[in-house]
Nanobody, 124 residues
Framework: QVQLVESGGGLVQAGGSLRLSCAASGRTFSTYVMGWFRQAPGKEREFAAAISWRGGRTYYADSVKGRFTISRDNAKNTMYLQMNSLNPEDTAVYYC?????????????????WGQGTQVTVSS
């Protein structure tokens, strides 16, 4: 069992920045993938970024590439998402997700555990 707790969401003006955190607990982390997904009102949940826990390889959706940076602190079992140059289209609930596999995927259904989500609102 894995527990995920997100924090760091909030309201920011367009062009601003936020950093999300995801604290993971419940098992030893070594060869897994963790990711950030987001869901805007009336839209499906979409992939934003992911990181392989052991090697640190990162993956990004085209919509966030160059603006968002995913990272992890193995000692703290915490994952981060630094979001810069935010725009209103980034407004969504952001979810942290854990996949019990070393194989990367953008498909939400293939992630095994989810956090409760944190709201990010970007005003124009």
């Amino acid at each position: 069992q894995v527990q995920l707790v997100e924090s760091g969401g909030g309201l920011v003006q367009a062009g601003g920045s936020l950093r999300l955190s995801c604290a993971a607990s419940g098992r030893t982390f070594s060869t897994y993938v963790m990711g950030w997904f987001r869901q805007a009102p009336g839209k499906e949940r979409e992939f934003a970024a992911a990181i392989s826990w052991r090697g640190g390889r990162t993956y990004y959706a085209d919509s966030v590439k160059g603006r968002f940076t995913i990272s992890r602190d193995n000692a703290k079992n915490t994952m981060y998402l630094q979001m810069n140059s935010l725009n209103p289209e980034d407004t969504a609930v952001y979810y942290c997700a854990f996949r019990s596999s070393v194989v990367f995927t953008t498909t939400p259904e293939q992630y095994n555990y989810w956090g409760q989500g944190t709201q990010v609102t970007v005003s124009s």
